[in-house]
């Protein structure tokens, strides 16, 4: 089996910082892209940010100059550092990764539970 389980999400004031983290466990042989996307109430996920293995990175419009994302390929993480947080921010973030676990022969997507980040104005 494998899991994502994300961490970070919490109430922070518009301005504010929050970091996001998210491991991946289980039978596991690779881990390709990974990503956060977020959802909020009335609206379908959208992608936030994605990383490749390699590095290169991808950020939506609306969070470009304020969200990194970052990754640990030894401990099969993914980090998404928040700055300037607007109300319009608020969601539950999730966690993504395109993972080959032992014994596959290919890469399937997997999501994390989601973390809640609130953005109170």
């Known amino acids: 089996q494998v899991q994502l389980a994300e961490s970070g999400g919490e109430l922070v004031q518009a301005g504010g910082s929050l970091r996001l983290s998210c491991t991946a466990s289980?039978?596991?042989?690779?881990?390709?892209?990974m990503g956060w996307y977020r959802q909020a109430p009335g609206n379908e996920r959208e992608l936030v940010a994605t990383?490749?293995?390699?590095?290169?990175?991808n950020y939506a419009d609306s969070v470009k100059g304020r969200f990194t994302i970052s990754r640990d390929n030894a401990k099969k993480a993914v980090y998404l550092q928040m700055s300037s947080l607007k109300p319009e921010d608020t969601a539950v973030y999730y966690c993504?990764?395109?993972?080959?676990?032992?014994?596959?022969?290919?890469?399937?997507?997997?999501w994390g539970q989601g973390t809640q980040v609130t953005v109170s104005s």
């Open positions: 289980g039978t596991i042989f690779s881990v390709r892209a």
């Open positions: 990383i490749t293995g390699s590095g290169r990175t």
């Open positions: 993504n990764a395109e993972i080959l676990r032992y014994g596959s022969t290919r890469f399937d997507n997997y």
